[in-house]
């Protein structure tokens, strides 16, 4: 045993990484044979291979420095993953639940630490900011589940980060006060506050721009992601630079990048995939080596310590947690989990008894004691198996819920997140600068529930060069797949050969059963003047399934507003609700606002829709009594917007005549703009195209009449 025990405590970086790896390999493997969330086993491998264990790995400064990313990880993830049209609508819960959240455990604490521990006002205030403040030790557990957007939990993380903050200034405050006398002290606190005030506003206003200026001009994944990450860990330095702790600054990052980041973006995927891959279970690692089990033993007092704060600490988020829920008027299970998601300490207690370590309130006396620091450390571990035990039991109970709801009202209508749901979308792709942003906005448009892949497809011209052209193509293709496999979605690709590009992409959207069809709006205007180019026209007219034309002037991240234009009595026609339910999904990733413009009717039912099916889109309404108004809507049009025509093809109920006008309208007033044109599903259901005499398949981009009444105003000009 001796000459085994003189290889450890492992020094050797490649050593240290590959034993920590394989905790991270096989603690899921062994908890979930055990049924215990697999977060108390990284945390409790920590204590076993810890310096207070087998002493196989001595906490050195890789876990110090993976560590503190894995803590800036789990609030700048939380902080992307708010609702914030939510906490918008819900300020006044967030709020309530943040200060009961915080104050109850902090009275709790101090009155206990003041009656039972007799401790000092200070190191008892100082224990009750520690209890009053948790980490969201437990959030990729709701993550796991896909809770990130579950009314309790963002009630918990925004609560959550609202008692983190008071704590954080209140713990400041204390130091202030301690190490400052007299008027001096009033006079750094003020200072203190200050300098929060311009950190926060000073933030608001440069991130968003510099987001916009860094995602507009670049595309590539690994700039895009270090770009991130940069401005994480400027916003956390700067949050310790102004005394405030980096996990403010962290989760505060996340919030202001929140809507340049969709949630199914491929940029998304790699922070979530690389942080909880290796940087957040780094973390829990390094927590649990920081936990000495044998002290809890050595002595009653500490045993007393760690029992009073892990009991009131814990009993005060409880209160908090299901007092709020009842004031609320939410179930049990949302109660449960609000208490499960507040009730665990991690790192940040930790940071703030450091605080009390270096706060010496009398010549050799510091505001901390070993016993407060044994108790807080020994709480820790209670806290998180009471947390992540509690969330995972409170999350099942949801996921449970939501699947008895859904099941058990076979009689209601079909809603699109149904099985029957006939959605697959066909990307027609050819002009590389326009293809990586057609695959975004297909998956900002897809439904989630039903994780359907997407069909990419290159059609090439059968001539002489289709050689050539089709090389081209499948290059294209495996680019686009690269990148929808970076956001976990099936693709199929296909490279086809056809002496007409619109017949060609009939055939294949029949063959591949499509639904709907987004594609890009020609770009080389210098080989065809015309604005449909040289296909589309016919491509709309011999089809009768959603079509989307998209032209880009930025990326969609960027965009800050949709603008529809919806013609009167679009809402007679049968994918009156497949287009609005796309854009409804698209603003709701891209979490812009989103203003329809159309007659009255219209918007009433829109409006119906939308508040019943995504009640968290920010969506406004404007009457537009006529058609002809469509120009005057360019000049609210910026260029961080996303124009929406709404258009029909002839025949149709929706169609009028002063859409013939809407080419030579849009190069005229929208010239230079994000274009969005949408041609919804007519005919309803029906898969079988056909042509008749008396339905012809191609119509003039410009009638004869147009042509006539421009020849004649031109003559009366030249005579004026």
Wanted: glycine share 6%; hydrophobic share 50%; net charge positive.
């Amino acid at each position: 045993m001796a000459i085994v025990a003189a290889y450890f405590p492992i020094t050797d970086p490649t050593m240290i990484f590959f034993v920590v790896l394989m905790i991270i390999l096989f603690a899921p493997i062994i908890m979930s044979k055990l049924r215990i969330p697999h977060i108390i086993g990284m945390v409790l491998a920590g204590v076993v291979i810890g310096k207070y264990g087998l002493n196989i790995l001595e906490r050195d400064i890789s876990f110090e420095i993976f560590g503190s990313v894995g803590l800036y990880y789990i609030m700048f993830l939380a902080g992307l993953e708010m609702d914030l049209e939510s906490v918008r609508r819900k300020s006044r819960q967030f709020l309530i639940f943040g200060l009961l959240t915080c104050f109850v455990p902090l009275i709790l604490t101090y009155v206990m630490s003041r009656t039972v521990l007799g401790y000092s006002h200070p190191a008892s205030f100082l224990l009750g900011c520690i209890m009053a403040s948790n980490t969201l030790i437990a959030y990729p557990i709701v993550s796991r589940y896909g809770l990130q957007r579950h009314p309790s939990v963002q009630l918990s993380v925004g609560s959550s980060m609202i008692s983190l903050f008071l704590a954080l200034v209140m713990i400041a405050a204390l130091s202030t006060f301690l190490t400052a006398t007299g008027e001096s002290s009033i006079l750094v606190f003020l200072t203190f506050l200050l300098k929060l005030i311009v950190f926060i506003a000073g933030s608001i206003w440069l991130i968003p721009r510099l987001a916009r200026y860094f995602l507009r001009r670049y595309s590539d994944a690994v700039m895009q992601y270090i770009f991130v990450l940069a401005v994480m860990f400027l916003s956390a330095a700067l949050s310790v630079a102004i005394g405030l702790e980096g996990i403010f600054g962290a989760f505060l990052s996340g919030l202001i990048l929140n809507r340049y980041i969709p949630k199914v973006s491929p940029l998304m995927n790699r922070i979530e995939f690389i942080g909880n891959a290796v940087f957040i279970p780094y973390f829990l690692i390094g927590v649990g080596m920081l936990i000495n089990v044998r002290t809890v033993f050595t002595s009653f007092e500490v045993l007393l310590v760690v029992c009073l704060i892990a009991f009131f600490g814990t009993f005060g988020k409880a209160v908090a947690a299901y007092f709020s829920s009842l004031l609320f008027r939410l179930p049990q299970r949302d109660g449960n989990m609000m208490f499960g998601m507040t009730s665990a300490h991690a790192a940040g207690a930790i940071a703030m008894v450091m605080v009390g370590m270096r706060l010496e309130i009398a010549p050799g006396v510091y505001l901390a004691n070993t016993d407060m620091i044994n108790g807080v450390v020994m709480m820790i571990l209670v806290t998180c198996i009471i947390s992540t035990m509690m969330t995972e039991h409170a999350s099942q109970q949801i996921v449970l819920t939501q699947s008895r709801d859904a099941i058990s009202y076979p009689g209601t209508p079909k809603t699109t997140n149904t099985p029957d749901d006939d959605e697959k979308i066909l990307l027609c792709v050819k002009y590389q600068e326009i293809a990586p942003q057609l695959l975004s906005l297909a998956l900002l448009m897809r439904n989630q529930r039903l994780n359907r892949g997407l069909v990419a497809l290159n059609v090439v011209y059968d001539d002489e060069k289709s050689v050539k052209h089709r090389e081209t193509g499948l290059r294209l293709l495996e680019q686009l797949q690269q990148q929808a496999s970076a956001a976990e979605v099936q693709m199929q690709t296909q490279v086809r050969l056809a002496s007409n590009i619109a017949n060609g992409i009939k055939h294949a959207f029949r063959e591949f059963s499509s639904s709907e069809i987004i594609m890009g709006m020609h770009v080389h205007t210098e080989r065809n003047p015309k604005f449909w180019g040289d296909f589309i026209q016919s491509l709309y007219n011999g089809l009768n399934r959603q079509i989307i034309l998209i032209r880009f002037v930025q990326p969609l991240n960027t965009l800050r507003r949709i603008q529809v234009a919806v013609p009167s009595r679009a809402e007679f026609e049968p994918g009156f609700h497949r287009w609005l339910e796309r854009l409804s999904r698209f603003a709701g990733q891209l979490d812009c606002r989103i203003q329809f413009h159309g007659r009255e009717e219209s918007l009433v039912l829109i409006a119906e829709y939308i508040n019943n099916r995504h009640p968290n889109v920010r969506a406004e309404y404007t009457p537009m009594t006529h058609w002809n108004e469509l120009p005057q809507l360019a000049a609210a049009i910026q260029e961080d917007h996303m124009f929406v025509v709404i258009t029909a093809r002839k025949g149709t109920i929706s169609y009028k005549n002063a859409l013939e006008r809407l080419p030579d309208e849009l190069q005229k007033y929208f010239s230079g703009k994000n274009l969005m044109i949408i041609f919804p599903d007519q005919y309803g259901d029906q898969k079988d195209e056909h042509m008749s005499f008396t339905e012809a398949q191609h119509h003039e981009e410009t009638s004869l009449y147009t042509t006539i009444s421009q020849w004649i105003h031109k003559k009366r000009e030249v005579k004026e």
